[in-house]
């Protein structure tokens, strides 16, 4: 099996863009979970706020 040496694989910047969003994203998931009341779930209204469902898409600096 070869593989690239370190720092010669690339990915390009639209993947990239999408992984740090998606990171992004899943902190903010992270963040509400551990706001709420122990025990408690988030609610899918409540996931859907944190994900921003309903909003309208933004330019994000990707």
Not at 21 to 36: K, R, T
Not at 41 to 59: F, N, Q
Request: net charge negative.
């Amino acid at each position: 099996m070869r593989v690239a040496p370190p720092g010669t694989a690339t990915v390009p910047a639209d993947q990239e863009c999408v992984a740090l969003a998606e990171i992004e994203l899943c902190g903010e998931l992270i963040i509400a979970a551990s706001a709420a009341a122990d025990g408690e779930r988030l609610s899918a209204d409540r996931i859907d706020e944190v994900l921003r469902v309903a909003a309208e898409p933004t330019a994000r600096g990707c």
